[in-house]
């Protein structure tokens, strides 16, 4: 048979019960006084928040200002298909931008004077220059090659957005380099990443990092002033808008698929 609680025990249990149904009623006032003000606030401010709201729709309407294609299209992280074509469309002086020589000039004399060298002569841009992109070497794909064989020039530049670096890549994209010192005497290894980052593979070979968020960004600005077609300027503001925020901690959510490229 079941006791019955001590009658003291009983006593404080029903007491205990009364002080948290008083505490849930005053907890309900509390709500309903608060929803009751809130709802008198709003009913006050509403009108001008709605007239607000009306007219940044208006203003969007008209300036799409939140709107990039390259995010539309999901594509923004996209290495190859993206960064790589996208580039080395620009500083190829046959690109469909019709601009020649302006892009590729301004990444040559920035990549000049950012290892303190003299910039190329105004002759050497009136030579023919080739572009390619995944170009298929012994020593792997490189990302975007420029070479000026008239002037025994070569570039190599390898892009690293998301993806990690392979087993000694960039010590055998200078390997290709060096096998190739008999028709070009200017020979440069460009190491393109988010933040400029060193790379891990050179093997104490001479390789320069280059960043989206400084490097390049800086050199599409000194191109921007010398634009004139509207349309090629919006489409490199939004590339911009791309490059400025690529982040180390986005190439690192990236690199825990553990992408090679």
């Not at 302006?102 to 220059?129: G, T």
């Amino acid at each position: 048979m079941k006791k019955s609680a001590p009658p003291q025990r009983a006593a404080d249990l029903a007491e205990m019960a009364a002080f948290f149904d008083r505490l849930a009623r005053a907890h309900s006032e509390r709500i309903t006084q608060d929803l009751e003000s809130f709802t008198r606030q709003w009913e006050r401010f509403s009108p001008g928040f709605l007239e607000v709201l009306a007219i940044a729709r208006n203003s969007e309407r008209k300036s799409a200002s939140a709107y990039n294609i390259f995010r539309v299209l999901r594509v923004e992280h996209d290495e190859e298909n993206t960064h790589s074509r996208f580039l080395a469309d620009l500083l190829n002086p046959r690109g469909s931008h019709g601009q020649g020589h302006l892009f590729l000039k301004a990444f040559l004399d920035h990549c000049h004077e950012k290892q303190n060298s003299p910039p190329l002569s105004r002759d050497a841009f009136s030579m023919p220059w080739y572009v390619e992109t995944e170009k298929g070497t012994q020593q792997g794909r490189i990302d975007i090659v420029i070479a000026c064989p008239e002037a025994g020039y070569l570039v190599a530049i390898e892009n690293k957005v998301f993806a990690t670096e392979q087993e000694r890549q960039i010590k055998r994209y200078h390997l290709w380099l060096e096998s190739l010192s008999h028709g070009y005497a200017h020979r440069f290894l460009f190491f393109l990443t988010p933040d400029g980052r060193q790379p891990t593979t050179a093997g104490g070979c001479g390789c320069v990092a280059l960043s989206y968020r400084g490097d390049v960004s800086q050199i599409l600005r000194v191109t921007m002033d010398k634009l004139v077609a509207p349309h090629l300027r919006a489409i490199i503001d939004q590339y911009l808008e791309i490059v400025e925020n690529l982040t180390p901690e986005n190439e690192a959510r990236h690199e825990h698929g553990q992408i090679h490229c």
